[in-house]
């Protein structure tokens, strides 16, 4: 739940204070990564997982001090070292914002 007094909210419309979008990708692309883990399988000596882009984000809705942000992350498909996650994000059953996540499966430099 988001609070008004979150510091976030600070500035972010004075008089209508809104979720900033760019915290809406931040929780999707954590979601995204923790699935990452636990889909595509364990990771070798010397690798790691990179988050590789975000396509197609959509905002459909603000989310405001009070609400419940639920974000649901699944896998869509595994190419060329790429694997792509779609997440949707709602308040109340209602879609808020929808993306297409990348993760790139890499060895240390």
């Known amino acids: 739940m988001f609070l008004l007094t979150s510091r976030f909210f600070q500035g972010h419309f004075p008089g209508k204070p809104i979720l900033p979008g760019v915290l809406i990708l931040e929780a999707m692309a954590q979601a995204t990564g923790i699935l990452a883990f636990k889909s595509v399988g364990k990771l070798e000596p010397g690798e790691l997982y990179y988050f590789a ?49 990348m993760c790139a499966r890499s060895r240390e430099a």
Request: aromatic share 6%; glycine share 10%; proline share 4%.
């Open 53 to 101: 882009g975000i396509d197609e984000a959509r905002f459909k809705r603000p989310v405001v001090p009070g609400d419940q942000m639920i974000m649901e992350v699944t896998f869509e498909k595994t190419r060329r070292g790429l694997t792509r996650f779609k997440g949707v994000a709602t308040v109340d059953g209602k879609v808020v914002c929808e993306a297409t996540m």
